[in-house]
């Protein structure tokens, strides 16, 4: 039954205020945005209003012709160097930045020359106090200054471009802590005290100040940062730390140039050259020539017919199918029907095989007239 009871007061129980700073825009908490949100579409009658989610590498777009205002509540501005880049162009082509947070990154501090100061004790963790703000400009300022019931951060801007920055604020020590810096063609707004535009102030009564210093915002199309907020969840990989910081950014591709330059040079082959073999050599007409040398040598021109002939009846047999060819009439007809060749061509070169066959003894003369004939059937012939 204690159990059960306990389950019970805990269920009904009022929740615990969470008084942590979240900046978010649909956050209802005391340290949220939703107010502000709410109180952005008043202050731009007619002018859409729009929540971007994306870094600024991403959202902004310096090359879009409408112009537009850019705000970020935060507790930390801390933009990477990309990020900056893009928001400086987009700037400078006449748009409008207001930030407002109670620290900021030193790469954004040192691109425009500002510094930052604060008091050595957190004042926003007291529990009495009052703060005081100011606005220096005539037609908005209040001689007795904006009261607060609750202390905040106590930051404020100790140095900065005096050619090109107007002060626009104090707090009730004196200390700048809202200034407006000219950046080429347009303007960017940089304010100390992101608690003044939280749901916990501004439902306090102090909206005035809040809207009296985004006032000086042109109407227009207005954009209000979501992305620089202190509880976004974000990538923590190392990979993006080392992208981040230059020196170990320089690193990273100097290893990565080194890595294809071994690739490069390591990737030929480490083993003996591969000896050219040439092809081999087309023996045929040196072994012909040779044959014919021996031949010529011994003067065998009996057994070099023989051989010829041999050859002739080889070839007949194995193109026209004719075997047992003589010279006989019937036989001559035969062999030029198929081969194409003349009968008289034919007869002479059947009747002079013939001749060298039965001869004792074959010349020179008989041996070259009986390749003669042969050359010349071998032409004519299909």
């Not at 109407?219 to 202190?230: A, C, F, G, N, S």
């Amino acid at each position: 039954m204690l159990f059960m009871a306990l389950i019970g007061i805990s269920h009904y129980a009022p929740k615990p205020i969470d008084w942590s700073e979240t900046y978010d825009i649909a956050g209802k908490s005391p340290y949220g945005c939703y107010i502000l949100n709410k109180m952005l579409v008043p202050l731009f009658p007619g002018e859409t209003v729009l929540n971007s989610y994306d870094c600024f590498y991403v959202a902004l777009d310096s090359n879009r012709v409408e112009q537009e205002n850019l705000i970020a509540i935060t507790s930390n501005f801390n933009p990477d160097q990309f990020e900056l880049d893009a928001l400086l162009k987009f700037v400078a082509k006449g748009n409008d930045f207001f930030v407002s947070s109670s620290s900021f990154g030193n790469s954004f501090l040192n691109r425009l020359k500002i510094k930052v100061a604060s008091s050595l004790i957190d004042t926003s963790l007291l529990l009495t106090g009052k703060e005081k703000l100011f606005l220096l400009n005539p037609e908005l300022r209040n001689d007795s200054g904006y009261q607060y019931d609750k202390k905040m951060a106590s930051v404020w801007i100790s140095a900065f471009d005096t050619l090109n920055t107007e002060k626009m604020g104090t707090n009730q020590t004196g200390n700048v802590n809202f200034i407006c810096m000219k950046y080429g063609m347009g303007n960017i707004y940089l304010h100390t005290i992101p608690q003044v535009f939280t749901n916990y102030h501004l439902l306090q009564g102090n909206e005035e100040y809040a809207a009296k210093a985004l006032s000086y915002l042109p109407i227009r199309k207005t954009v209000l940062d979501h992305y620089h907020k202190p509880y976004r969840v974000i990538n923590q990989s190392p990979m993006r730390y080392i992208l981040t910081q230059p020196p170990l950014q320089s690193a990273y591709y100097l290893l990565l140039l080194t890595l294809l330059l071994y690739l490069v040079f390591e990737s030929k082959r480490r083993q003996r050259v591969m000896p050219v073999l040439k092809p081999l050599e087309n023996q045929s007409l040196r072994f012909v020539k040779t044959i014919g040398a021996l031949y010529f040598k011994q003067r065998n021109n009996t057994d070099l017919t023989q051989k010829m002939t041999l050859y002739f009846r080889e070839f007949l047999r194995g193109r026209y199918y004719l075997v047992n060819v003589s010279s006989s009439p019937d036989c001559v007809e035969l062999v030029s029907v198929k081969s194409g060749v003349s009968i008289d061509l034919v007869q002479s070169l059947l009747r002079h095989i013939d001749y060298c066959q039965t001869v004792t003894k074959v010349t020179d003369s008989d041996l070259i007239e009986l390749n003669r004939k042969m050359e010349l059937f071998n032409k004519h012939c299909f």
